[in-house]
């Protein structure tokens, strides 16, 4: 399982779309940025010495000249002499990562630091309130339940009043920001780093979100990649979205089949005896017609609700799949309460909001027939599922947004130098599906559930620090 620190930091926030997609404009590489001066922290650097310092980069990349954002970015110098520098990203997209990088890179983690400096930053904005860059997006960062499927055209279009309502409110506040917050924003502040750094090529670890800071910067500067490991994250290149949409059902459609199938070997199974699956079916397509209660929680499920939170609690493995089974079982027998997420302040499927980096990264459906039409094709690429899998669940969030995407998703150039990625079963598929794209790529899967394998695999992170330091490969295949 993720990392107590990790999983603080990393929540998936990914939305999806139908709407051909568009190119970002070209935007020339930065000027040589100025040199670093590391200093203490201004909150101290912790017991693993964290150092600070501060970058000035423009707010839109296409205006070099304009209005500047301030980076903050904290070091933990190598131990020894250094042999360069590694750039991480720890996933959100969230602004916390220096007063993080002591923790999830200090003393337990000190491998690559023999080597390396290992260097953060806080991201543009300070998404959910977080991190030390400014200025500031001024925003209710709050989770906000997942509104539901529009069932027709007037739906929709109240869908979209209240997304844009919601999303001006955050946009009012610094338009010129707001607009720039997606991807390949971060990427150019990444590029900035490298060169303010004097680092000849990146060495860029990404956990889930930041491995899409990755891939675009693979996609701006391939040229100036040496290294790049993609940790748990989720595939923003390719040139068929409704494609990835298809495969990212079936992978979660995997992940429900080994729920079934352990329910039919293990007698522990509340199901045990019968077929999970249809049980499963049955409960799901009864809340479609009528809500099922949830009283503990003074919710009503519907089928789509069902369906995310079982999806959720079915991808963290064996340890929640009995508790899994008898919420199906008390379901059928009309109390749902056991679909409600531990300790949640919502019970229902919920979403960070206004998600200014993820609405600007991902295309839309722009208009209820290209909405419906794709979340037809998911209930039948994966029926166990549908579209109520996190990716095209949050994407309802974005519809109606005042601001275009301005990063969509696009296959990487091949001739990069080979990625390595790394996942749990329930995410190796989608990195594979990035990493696959380039000659000589490699993955380490991990046979388990989970989120991001650096922090809390001690096998993983041995190769991936000797891909970082070394850019040595671990052998096709490898499991960790």
Request: net charge neutral; with cysteine.
């Amino acid at each position: 399982m993720a990392n107590r620190h990790l999983r603080r930091l990393i929540t998936l926030v990914a939305v999806v779309a139908l709407a051909p997609l568009t190119v970002a404009p070209a935007i020339a590489e930065p000027a040589p940025a100025s040199r670093l001066d590391w200093a203490p922290c201004p909150d101290g650097g912790g017991r693993s010495g964290v150092e600070c310092a501060t970058l000035d980069v423009p707010v839109d990349w296409s205006e070099p000249r304009g209005r500047t954002v301030t980076l903050v970015l904290g070091r933990l110098k190598a131990e020894g002499r250094a042999r360069g520098s590694v750039l991480v990203g720890f996933g959100g997209p969230s602004g916390g990562y220096v007063r993080a990088l002591g923790d999830l890179f200090g003393e337990a983690y000190g491998g690559l630091r023999r080597r390396m400096d290992v260097v953060t930053w806080d991201i543009r904005g300070g998404p959910g309130n977080l991190g030390m860059s400014t200025p500031r997006l001024r925003c209710d960062w709050r989770m906000a339940v997942v509104p539901r499927y529009p069932r027709d055209e007037a739906e929709y279009e109240q869908l979209t009043a209240t997304n844009r309502a919601d999303a001006e409110k955050c946009r009012s506040t610094d338009p010129e920001l707001f607009d720039n917050m997606d991807s390949a924003s971060n990427a150019r502040d990444m590029e900035a780093i490298r060169r303010a750094l004097g680092e000849p090529k990146l060495n860029f670890y990404g956990a889930s979100y930041a491995g899409f800071f990755g891939q675009a910067y693979a996609r701006l500067f391939p040229h100036r990649v040496r290294t790049l490991v993609l940790d748990g994250t989720w595939s923003h290149s390719n040139e068929n979205w409704q494609s990835e949409l298809a495969a990212l059902a079936q992978d979660h459609e995997r992940t429900l089949r080994r729920f079934f199938d352990w329910c039919a070997a293990d007698t522990s199974c509340a199901l045990h005896g019968g077929d999970a699956s249809r049980h499963w079916r049955e409960v799901t397509a009864r809340a479609d017609r009528e809500p099922i209660p949830a009283p503990s929680v003074d919710a009503d499920y519907s089928g789509r609700d069902l369906r995310a939170l079982g999806l959720l609690a079915a991808l963290r493995g064996p340890e929640r799949w009995g508790r899994l089974a008898e919420a199906i079982r008390d379901a059928e027998r009309g109390d749902a309460s056991g679909f409600a997420p531990a300790g949640a302040r919502l019970p229902y499927p919920a979403v960070p909001a206004p998600g200014a980096v993820e609405c600007l990264d991902w295309p839309r459906a722009h208009g209820y027939q290209r909405l419906s039409a794709m979340t037809d094709q998911l209930h039948r690429t994966a029926p166990h599922v549908g579209a109520s899998a996190p990716l095209p669940m949050n994407l309802l969030r974005c519809e109606g947004w005042p601001t275009p995407v301005t990063n969509p998703p696009q296959p990487l150039p091949r001739h990069l130098p080979p990625l390595l990625g790394a996942g749990a079963w329930n995410e190796i598929d989608a990195v594979g599906r990035v990493v696959a794209q380039v000659p000589g790529s490699r993955t380490i899967r991990h046979e388990a559930a989970g989120h991001t394998l650096y922090l809390d695999n001690p096998c993983a992170r041995a190769h991936i620090d000797r891909y970082l330091t070394s850019r040595i490969m671990p052998e096709p295949g490898t499991e960790c």
